[in-house]
């Protein structure tokens, strides 16, 4: 599968909404969070991949200042999924916390997603901690992973 990243833009939001809901349900981003995110632009920094249907995941970062930063989202469709496009999403945020000099990143990961989990590991990321029912409204807790990021 032949995918591109680029910059997520406003026009993304609606295609990313229908993954959020195939993916999470219930417990998906709304439209206005996705937008929220988008519209910060000094702190976040998302990333589109495309394939010949058209948007097949995305993902952001927060960076606040140069000592951390956070994934806060990395979403691929079901189509696009076992083809490299979560790997290449996640090296292209973590390359933006070093292009930002951040010397770590968090993020948290649904207790239950151990492909997610697998793939946070093999890239550096180490489990520091849980957070008990952090995913609402089905309770899920969320295992909250680091990675040192090099300068």
């Known amino acids: ?12 939001v609606a295609p990313a909404a229908v993954i959020e809901r195939e993916l999470f349900g219930d417990e998906a981003w709304t439209d206005a969070m996705l937008w929220s995110e988008l519209a910060e632009r000094e702190t976040r920094h998302y990333l589109a991949a495309d394939d010949a249907e058209g948007l097949v995941g995305y993902a952001g970062l927060c960076a606040y200042d140069a000592d951390e930063a956070y994934v806060q989202t990395i979403a691929v469709a079901g189509r696009g999924q076992r083809h490299g496009i979560g790997t290449r999403l996640l090296l292209a945020l973590l390359d933006e916390a070093a292009r930002r000099n951040s010397r770590r990143v968090d993020l948290e990961v649904r207790a239950d997603n151990d492909v997610a989990q697998r793939l946070y590991a093999k890239h550096g990321f180490r489990e520091i901690g849980v957070r008990r029912n952090y995913y609402q409204p089905s309770g899920t807790d969320a295992v909250v992973m680091r990675c040192e990021v090099g300068r």
Do not use: I, P, S, V
Request: glycine content about 0%; hydrophobic content about 50%.
């Open 1 to 12: 599968m032949t995918t591109a990243l680029r910059k997520m833009r406003w026009f993304d």
